[in-house]
């Protein structure tokens, strides 16, 4: 596999595929990333399942992504378009994200896991990242979807506008949560889509 800032089609469901499988291995350094996950990230078994998350084992000669957590990045229609990772080892260091290059502006976190429940209530809770999504969902909150960082875009309100009638923001307290809550008023501010809307804006702290 050749290092670079994009994998194949080929490749990235081939590590998505093998990642799933290395993250219930009985290693030291998969046991390692399930405690993580279980244990200090309070994740559901279940929900670990829902969202196809993997781990690739340190052995692994591709230093993006060995020892990392991987997050499968899908479009509204489940095609797999990148993937997201996390050295959580070094996370309190340098937070160690590394992700695909893509248009977060496009996507959206948990989509295809939410949309049935979306559609059902017509209300939908938006966060910023993967793990504040997969916290949501495990604490029964199935309507959650997060906008892959603190942008919104004009693309994710039409599509919150579509599909349901109460819009629940909840972003972290600090400069990037602000700024969020601060483009997604003035996005809706602008487009006109969101006024027979009922919003809410939460401060949170998800513990992440």
């Not at 690739?56 to 992504?65: E, L, T």
């Not at 008023?185 to 602008?190: G, H, L, P, Q, W």
């Amino acid at each position: 596999m050749i290092e670079s800032d994009q994998f194949t089609m080929i490749e990235r469901e081939k590590i998505v595929s093998l990642s799933q499988s290395s993250l219930y291995e009985d290693s030291e350094d998969a046991n390692e990333a399930r405690d993580y996950l279980l244990s200090k990230r309070k994740i559901n078994y279940d929900i670990l399942k829902m969202f196809e998350i993997g781990y690739v084992p340190n052995r692994v000669n591709n230093k993006k992504i060995a020892g990392r957590i991987i997050f499968p990045i899908r479009d509204c229609h489940n095609s797999l378009v990148a993937l997201s990772t996390r050295d959580f080892r070094n996370s309190i260091k340098n937070r160690g994200h590394w992700h695909e290059s893509f248009n977060k502006k496009h996507h959206l976190f948990g989509w295809n896991q939410s949309e049935n429940e979306i559609k059902k209530t017509r209300q939908i809770i938006v966060v910023e990242g993967q793990f504040d999504v997969m916290a949501m969902h495990s604490h029964g909150f199935f309507n959650c979807v997060g906008i892959l960082g603190s942008h919104p875009s004009f693309f994710h309100i039409m599509l919150f506008s579509r599909y349901a009638d109460e819009i629940v923001f909840a972003f972290d307290n600090d400069d990037a949560g602000k700024k969020a809550f601060s483009e997604s008023f003035n996005i809706i501010s602008s487009s006109g889509l969101l006024y027979d809307k009922l919003l809410s804006f939460f401060k949170v702290d998800l513990g992440i």
